[in-house]
């Protein structure tokens, strides 16, 4: 993906050049981004809109409505998007490079925040405005870009792993794997259950887009290894970032992962989870209110996921509210994404679509913990999380990973040849 503005190029090649491969422009409130977007006046009541991707659980025109009923002359129109993160960032920068005004509300992933804020694509908010002290504090750096707010945080993401609990009990298996190498010798145990014929050990999201990108990097983080350092320099050209690699790429070759998990996204692996074809998965938490709604209630629990030498590392995902630089009736977008953005709306999807909560104290609350047992380890899950490349050029680094994994997983190149690769790309993308 090479889109950008001049502007943001001059910026982050004179940035590069200093080594701060990380930040882009507008630095303070005085300059580039933070003047402009700080000086944002949040003028205009009216009618707007919120994009996002497809609402797989079916709980965001609830919440819209509770808000449409009490400003009828502020309407959100919700405008879903395809259920694919990359086609959802492609027409977001579409709608902001021609500076239309036909998007609102944004639903960023938590990867686009400095992407998004570099190029003067969303404004920047008043911090003061929203409980920021009462959220999770990895959540909220995601929302931030050079230490201003660009963001609301909504719903954050960890990846967990889902497990039949029957079929593991079944075969004497009394607790969840830690280890890669436990899942695997749990598999074997369970395939020689006469109910388990015909199914696979384990998969995730191996689909050349932006979930091969979350589970590359968990990989490579759950065996030790960086994808890129504390000053945004990539390190993947290294023993354990092999060692994560193989792991994905071996369970191909040797069948632990089935064959036409390389299509799977969220969804494609849910659904086979859900249909009994799957023994372990790797998702987010949205899977647990559906899973539980389908043939598999009753029958799954989750765990942290499994590592090479012990439980491994999520990928921090999740979401939150910009606001479109060109949109129209900024009042009412302000208002509408504190209400969205609330701890009584993310109690709502909580509760009803398991999302997780941006806020610390729903984790805790015993009758949320009673309905989803989960939410210590998910908690645990997203404050222990690896944040993907904080990258200005983001589209281009996860282009790189998508490519190169894909490469590997589909046995196309070694890991080592695509590993080496990766690490160029890299290079190169970090230092435009
Ligand atoms: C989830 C995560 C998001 C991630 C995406 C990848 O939606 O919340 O951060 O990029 O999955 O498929």
Redesign the pocket.
């Known amino acids: 993906m090479k889109i950008r503005t001049t502007r943001a190029l001059q910026c982050s090649t004179a940035l590069a050049a200093a080594g701060l491969l990380v930040t882009a422009c507008g630095s303070s409130g005085d300059g580039g981004a933070g003047a402009s977007a700080g000086s944002t006046s949040f003028q205009g009541r009216g009618p707007i809109t919120y994009v996002a991707?497809k609402d797989t659980s079916g709980v965001v025109p609830k919440v819209i409505d509770r808000w449409n009923r009490l400003h009828p002359k502020e309407k959100v129109t919700f405008i879903q998007l395809p259920t694919?993160?990359d086609s959802q960032r492609q027409q977001m920068i579409q709608n902001a490079e021609t500076k239309s005004d036909a998007y609102t509300v944004l639903s960023l992933?938590?990867?686009w925040t400095s992407e998004f804020a570099a190029h003067q694509w969303i404004d920047r908010l008043p911090e003061k405005q929203f409980p920021l002290r009462t959220m999770l504090k990895p959540v909220v750096e995601t929302a931030k870009y050079r230490g201003n707010l660009y963001a609301a945080p909504a719903?954050?993401?960890g990846g967990l792993l889902y497990y039949r609990t029957d079929l593991l009990k079944k075969a004497g298996v009394t607790r969840p794997p830690a280890t890669w190498s436990e899942m695997t010798a749990d598999c074997a145990k369970v395939k020689k259950l006469p109910e388990a014929k015909g199914m696979s050990c384990y998969a995730g999201?191996f689909q050349k887009?932006?979930?091969?990108?979350?589970n590359f990097a968990e990989a490579v983080n759950s065996a030790g290894g960086v994808v890129t350092d504390a000053n945004g320099r990539p390190h993947v050209d290294t023993p354990e970032a092999k060692k994560g690699l193989d792991f994905l790429a071996g369970s191909v070759k040797d069948g632990t992962i089935p064959k036409e998990a390389v299509t799977y996204?969220?969804e494609d692996g849910r659904q086979a989870f859900q249909s009994g074809k799957l023994i372990f998965l790797r998702n987010?938490p949205?899977v647990y209110a559906l899973a539980e709604k389908s043939k598999a209630a009753g029958k799954f629990a989750v765990a942290p996921l499994p590592g090479l030498n012990g439980p491994g590392s999520s990928?921090?995902?999740?979401?939150n509210l910009a606001l479109s630089s060109f949109a129209k009736n900024k009042a009412t977008a302000l208002d509408f994404m504190k209400f969205f953005s609330s701890e009584d709306s993310a109690g709502t999807f909580l509760r009803d679509a398991s999302l997780a909560p941006p806020y610390t104290d729903l984790y805790d609350n015993a009758s949320l913990v009673k309905q989803y047992p989960y939410l210590p380890v998910l908690k645990q899950s997203i404050l222990r999380a690896v944040p993907?490349p904080r990258v200005v050029q983001y589209g281009d680094v996860t282009s790189a990973i998508q490519q190169e994994t894909y490469a590997a997983l589909t046995g196309s190149k070694s890991s080592t040849q695509a590993l080496k690769d990766l690490q160029n790309d890299l290079q190169h993308a970090t230092a435009q």
């Open positions: 991707g694919d993160a992933d938590v990867v719903s954050s993401d999201q887009y932006e979930g091969l990108t979350v996204q969220e987010w949205y990928s921090l995902g999740g979401h993907r």
